[in-house]
């Protein structure tokens, strides 16, 4: 039997860490209350200091210093977070992703059906 349960690498850290992020802010309400946004704004800095690849949450840091996290609805949260996301896909020269699409991506399934 193959062992497949390995700690995980930099990459596998990351595509889960993008599904929890976007995921989060899929759920996020369009109208928050002000706890929920400082909640969020204070779950945010704390994950860019905890984030367990320290050349990446050096990065982000400074990234999130400069362009505050957005929490004033899921909308904004999303379309930040899509932002903050190309950020880091430019920096590892991977395609960008067009953020008009992030609800069909991770909310909402894409509008062909190809999610159900
Ligand atoms: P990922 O980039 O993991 O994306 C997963 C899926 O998200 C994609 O398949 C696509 O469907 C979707 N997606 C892509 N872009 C967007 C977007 N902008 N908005 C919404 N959805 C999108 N790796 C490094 O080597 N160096 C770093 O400095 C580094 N910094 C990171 C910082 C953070 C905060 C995180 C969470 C990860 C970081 N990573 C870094 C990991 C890197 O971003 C990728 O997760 C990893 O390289 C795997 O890439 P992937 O091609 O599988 O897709």
């Not at 899921?74 to 930040?80: A, I, S, V």
Request: glycine letters at 6%; proline letters at 7%.
């Amino acid at each position: 039997q193959r062992r497949t349960d390995c700690p995980a690498d930099v990459e596998q850290l990351g595509r889960s860490t993008w599904t929890l992020l976007h995921s989060i802010a899929a759920t996020y309400p369009p109208a928050p209350t002000p706890t929920e946004q400082n909640d969020l704004k204070l779950f945010m800095g704390l994950f860019a200091k905890l984030y367990p690849c320290w050349v990446c949450a050096e990065d982000f840091q400074q990234y999130i210093k400069k362009e505050e996290p957005k929490t004033g609805s899921r909308g904004e949260f999303g379309n930040w977070l899509c932002e903050a996301h190309n950020e880091v896909n430019r920096k590892l020269g991977k395609p960008t992703f067009d953020c008009s699409k992030w609800q069909e991506r991770w909310r909402t399934g894409w509008k062909d059906g190809s999610c159900d």
